[in-house]
């Protein structure tokens, strides 16, 4: 069948699991070592400095999923200021979206290697990004249910040895000595890294159309996820500072020498299997996730009808899963996604300030509304202007090439 609403199978439970898995992937592996390296101990307590900041866009953004529930998420919010507004928002977001699987599918594959030692082999990895790629997209279209429990093993997975080996690092170890604050450049350019930390928040989004309770829970789950992220960032970025173990340079694993300096091969061990199950959570939340936007969008005719399609027998998108599957595929393959990762944060932050907008649109526009909406929109454009020349001259080409898909397809209707 195509075109067909899907079933409403999502919760807070599960809207809080994509949200925490669209955020936590790969970055907590390797900006430890690096923050602390910038600004010692005080890296720590960044993250909930940050988190607090983050609320400026959350809050609204959490404000505007709950005022405009519908499938697709960034879809419905663009499509406040129009059709193909809302087109271009929900296209924007699912490149965004392919961008950082096609990253994350080479790490994954990378500690992989790694954790085996078996020796790379272009075949090999090629080989290992396809199977993973085909496994994730076989389970999300095996049914929404059986994807979430998954999710919730694998968030258990990565979570518990992280918290562990920062819980023993924190009762074995003297907290490190914080002294006097780093300049401000150094913190400036820290606290950039740390706000990117956060990014994939919003991950649920594209699952409320299937939300139980429209886009209240949702909403919920998101700000609890932001507080939940900087709690697991500051501890082991408090624990990584306290240890302060030697780090080769130019190591894409420094977690690594946390686990070691703590328990050997064991503690060793345990952070591989950490960021294995986070990437792969990573990952299969994004498969869960991004697929519903193009199934919104061709639900509404802005892509061939096929991409609508719903398996008659698991009630999941297959239609969707099966393009991103493939489309994720031929990136991850072609080794042309890197420049696809540099706008990935950029596109985000214009589906942020977009869907804040549109709350502002159809929402009573009361002076709270509209200082906390001005917020949320400044803070987003404060972050693009970090952006460079040649990514927004990428994020412009690739909207571009939406409304020709988008234009395309309308007229074969």
């Known amino acids: 069948m195509t ?27 390797a900006l430890p070592a690096t923050l602390n390296g910038d600004v010692g101990p005080w890296a720590a307590l960044l993250f909930p400095a940050a988190a607090l900041v983050m609320l400026l866009i959350a809050i609204p953004f959490s404000r505007a999923i709950a005022a405009m529930p519908g499938e697709g998420g960034p879809v419905v919010y663009g499509s406040a200021f129009g059709r193909i507004a809302g087109f271009e928002l929900g296209w924007t977001y699912y490149v965004a979206r392919l961008a950082a699987f096609a990253a ?8 992989l290697l790694r954790w085996t030692d078996i020796a790379p082999s ?6 290992l990004i396809l199977a993973a790629i085909a496994l994730l997209a076989a389970i999300n279209i095996a049914g929404t249910s059986k994807a979430i429990r998954l999710l919730g093993g694998l968030t258990l997975l990565k979570s518990l040895p992280l918290i562990a080996l920062a819980g023993l690092a924190l009762v074995t170890v003297p907290l490190p000595a914080f ?49 939940l992220i900087a709690l697991l960032y ?70 061939p009808a096929w991409i609508g399609a719903v398996h008659p027998r698991f009630a999941t998108p297959h239609g969707s899963i099966l393009l991103m599957a493939v489309l994720v595929a031929a990136l991850a393959l072609s080794g042309g996604f890197v420049w696809l990762a540099v706008v990935s944060t950029l596109a985000r932050m214009a589906v942020y300030a977009v869907t804040i907008a549109a709350w502002l649109k159809i929402e009573r526009r ?29 994020l412009a080409a690739l909207l571009f090439a939406g409304l020709v898909l988008y234009f395309l397809a309308r007229r074969g209707r």
């Not at 272009?122 to 080989?127: E, G, I, M, V």
């Not at 686990?259 to 064991?266: R, V």
């Open 3 to 29: 075109g067909t609403a899907l079933p409403r199978k999502v919760g807070a439970g599960s809207a809080a699991l994509l949200s925490f898995n669209g955020a936590v992937g790969a970055s907590v592996f």
């Open 104 to 111: 994350n599918v080479h790490v994954l594959v990378d500690y």
């Open 122 to 127: 272009p075949a090999l990895r090629n080989t």
């Open 179 to 227: 002294g006097p604050p780093p300049p401000l450049s150094a913190a400036e350019a820290s606290i950039l890294l740390v706000f990117y930390a956060f990014i994939g928040f919003e991950n649920a989004v594209a699952v409320s159309g299937e939300a139980r309770d429209g886009g209240r829970d949702i909403a919920r789950a998101m700000l609890v996820t932001i507080f």
């Open 234 to 303: 500051f501890v082991v970025q408090l624990a990584f500072s306290a240890v302060s173990p030697p780090v080769p340079e130019g190591d894409k694993a420094p977690l690594l020498a946390l686990g070691t300096a703590l328990l050997g091969p064991l503690g060793a061990l345990l952070i591989l299997l950490a960021a294995v199950t986070s990437l792969a959570g990573n990952l299969h939340a994004n498969m869960t996730a991004s697929p519903r936007v193009t199934h919104a969008l061709a639900a509404r005719g802005d892509l």
């Open 366 to 394: 009361g002076a709270g509304n509209l200082l906390l909406g001005a917020l949320g929109i400044l803070l987003c454009a404060t972050v693009a202007t970090q952006a460079t020349a040649a990514a927004w001259a990428t």
